[in-house]
């Protein structure tokens, strides 16, 4: 049991810290011996909580870690699979660079003429 529980915690961590530094993560743990275990884990924007990745709460604390591991790999892979904005570009420019080769790239005087 000791051996069980010291190998999710370190599982835990191991996927954890990296998502921290990344993704600006903190969480929030809770164990005693009257109440279920609690793992909340929250993605931060600043000083703002923007998401919660995990809220695991369970009679066991090894079942706790598990739950709130499975939400982790989950958060990883769906983060992973999203692309990454251009870094160089504002949303004017993704716009402008969506329209090219349209009609509507062209301001008006392109198209009709400046009137003279």
């Known amino acids: 049991m000791e051996e069980e529980y010291t190998e999710v915690v370190r599982e835990f961590y191991a996927l954890y810290r990296p998502l921290q530094k990344e993704h600006n993560l903190r969480y929030h743990m809770h164990f005693d011996l009257q109440n279920d275990g609690l793992i909340e884990i929250w993605e931060y924007e ?3 909580q923007k998401r919660c990745i995990s809220i695991a709460r369970e009679e066991n604390d090894i079942d ?5 591991i499975d939400d982790l790999k989950h958060y990883q892979k769906d983060s992973e699979s999203q692309p990454e904005p251009y870094p160089d570009t504002t949303p004017e420019d ?4 969506s329209l090219e080769g349209s009609a509507a790239a062209y301001s008006p005087y392109e198209i009709y003429g400046n009137g003279a």
């Open 64 to 68: 706790c870690y598990r739950r709130a």
């Open 94 to 97: 993704d716009i402008w660079a």
């Open 46 to 48: 600043g000083e703002k």
